[in-house]
């Protein structure tokens, strides 16, 4: 029997305030969910490029669906910016994505990736 690995806990990551906005928000575009979560003082290299892959991870989990409706765009040629919405509210904990799947940890289940990236 293997010992068990102690669990690292992050407190107040950027995936953490995504989720607790995505949880009050319910229906989002990108734009307005990294203007939720960052404020003008954040030094990350690319904040929005995590925030992205994070929405991403939880739509291939089921956690959240593209809404076919997009927002309008501000450049002409704009199609729309994406819209996404919470379908699966399991509780205050961020859902932590790994390799297969994301791990809920409300519910201890890890919810495995489906569809293409």
Known sequence: ????????????TDREKAWRAIRIKQKFT?????RAVFDSSDGAADPVDNIRRYVVALERSGYLIQMKKRVPGTAVTSNGFKRWMLVRDTGPKNPIPRKSGVWDQNDGVEYPFTGAK
């Open 30 to 34: 990108l734009d307005e969910l990294s």
């Open 1 to 12: 029997m293997q010992p068990r690995r102690k669990v690292r806990i992050a407190i107040g």
